[in-house]
């Protein structure tokens, strides 16, 4: 008997025998994690999300929990955690410097560029090169299925979006289809200068699929996918 899988991972991400990641299935939980060999000896750092740009670089294990919505390292031995019901779950990735990020992308934090902050921390603390760095996006709530307000688009608009490529009218007066892959997409390559060619993205739909954990769909708070990164330590 095959047991049956517990978390999405991305063929291209595998290639890189230092590092583990990826994106939970229902029913994958921080203590199930734990049980997975290759995680065993791995300490997660979970944060208190904001739905913010807040983005932390770590040395090594915060002694308190964190308040924010993205984490960044080269320590090995970390476990970047982010969860995510609809929302799209980033991690990102540098081969040259064996840094990580997993970063929390809500509509408020994908308005207010979490990846941007992400990206110059990686810039900065880790000295990651933005044309090296691989992202990896996870199931999240498809724009066929996400539809918001006006005071959303507005928001982007402000930021600078081009909320034309990411908002389509729905049917009902008002409102708008909101794309949240291709808002980060967007920003991530037409701003911040990531290769198109280095992002890879899950098709899958959070509110459609029933493996999957949607707010939307669920009402469920305590209901989060777990989505993680992480250095290995050398052996
Ligand atoms: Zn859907």
């Not at 691989?134 to 498809?142: S, T």
């Amino acid at each position: 008997m095959t047991e049956p899988e517990k978390y999405i991972s991305i063929p291209r991400l595998k290639g890189f025998p230092w590092l583990v990641h990826g994106f939970g299935l229902a029913g994958l939980t921080l203590e199930s994690l734990k049980k997975e060999k290759e995680l065993a000896s791995f300490l997660p750092v979970v944060m208190k999300q904001l739905h913010s740009s807040r983005v932390f670089y770590l040395e090594n294990l915060p002694r308190k929990k964190l308040a924010g919505d993205g984490l960044v390292t080269t320590r090995a031995g970390l476990l970047l955690v982010v969860k995510t019901a609809d929302c799209l779950p980033v991690l990102l990735l540098d081969e040259d410097h064996r840094a990580v990020a997993a970063v929390h992308c809500g509509w408020r934090s994908t308005y207010q560029k979490i990846l941007a902050v992400a990206v110059d921390l990686l810039q900065r603390r880790c000295g990651s090169r933005v044309e090296n760095l691989l992202a990896a996006f996870g199931p999240c709530i498809e724009k066929s299925c996400y539809e918001v307000g006006p005071e959303v688009r507005e928001k982007f608009a402000e930021a600078g979006f081009e909320t034309e490529l990411i908002f389509s009218p729905s049917a009902r007066e008002g409102r708008f289809y909101l794309d949240l892959r291709e808002a980060n997409r967007l920003l991530l390559t037409r701003e911040l200068g990531l290769k198109p060619e280095n992002i890879i993205q899950i098709d899958h739909c959070t509110f459609c699929q029933p493996q999957l954990y949607s707010y939307r769909r669920d009402r469920q708070k305590e209901r989060r996918l777990i989505n993680f990164i992480g250095v290995k330590k050398s052996t």
